[in-house]
């Protein structure tokens, strides 16, 4: 079982652009693939439409292993989102390459993510590409913090982002 809480800020913190809630099932099934369900109510500030209320539900699978230091892993989620009286579903496809010593306080990551829209012909258009460096810092087995910074190319605008995540497990 998971669950998680999210609230995303825009322009320096000023304002509030997000809020999600998300509960799920994770399901080791083999050593190195899991399955991942969720469904995720969103409060949204949608611009001049003001701020509505969203339905997204998400399947996939991660493929992940160890080498020596270095974790690699391979996630695929087909999401499909429904706010504001419309709805989309796309392919997300995420690489991950961590490097997790023993001896280091904060461990480097890198991942490359392309969302794919589903059910129309653009869809190997990759209208939305991120590129996420950042450092993890666990604090305990049940809590860590990412900072990242993350450049998303898409075909409406592209955004530099900073961010902060801290992960805390019940």
Do not use: M, N
């Given at each position: 079982m998971r669950g998680a809480f999210q609230a995303r800020t825009q322009n320096g913190l000023k304002e509030m652009e997000r809020e999600r809630l998300n509960v799920g099932l994770n399901y080791r099934v083999l050593p190195l693939l899991q399955l991942?369900?969720?469904y995720e109510l969103q409060y949204?500030?949608?611009?001049?439409a003001?701020?509505?209320?969203?339905?997204?539900?998400?399947?996939?699978?991660?493929?992940s292993g160890t080498k020596r230091n270095i974790k690699l892993g391979w996630r695929e989620l087909l999401q499909h989102t429904f706010i504001g009286g419309t709805n989309?579903?796309?392919?997300?496809?995420?690489?991950r390459i961590a490097y997790e010593s023993g001896n280091w306080v904060v461990y480097p990551y890198f991942s490359v993510e392309a969302f794919q829209p589903v059910g129309d012909k653009a869809f190997f258009?990759?209208?939305?590409v991120r590129y996420r460096p950042g450092v993890r810092?666990?604090?305990?087995?049940?809590?860590?913090?990412?900072?990242?910074?993350?450049?998303q190319y898409d075909v409406k605008r592209c955004l530099n982002i900073l961010g902060l995540n801290l992960e805390i497990k019940l």
């Open positions: 991942k369900g969720y949204r500030d949608r611009g001049a003001g701020w509505k209320i969203g339905h997204r539900y998400q399947a996939g699978f991660i493929v989309e579903a796309q392919l997300r496809s995420r690489l258009s990759l209208p939305r810092w666990p604090f305990s087995r049940k809590t860590a913090l990412d900072v990242y910074y993350c450049r």
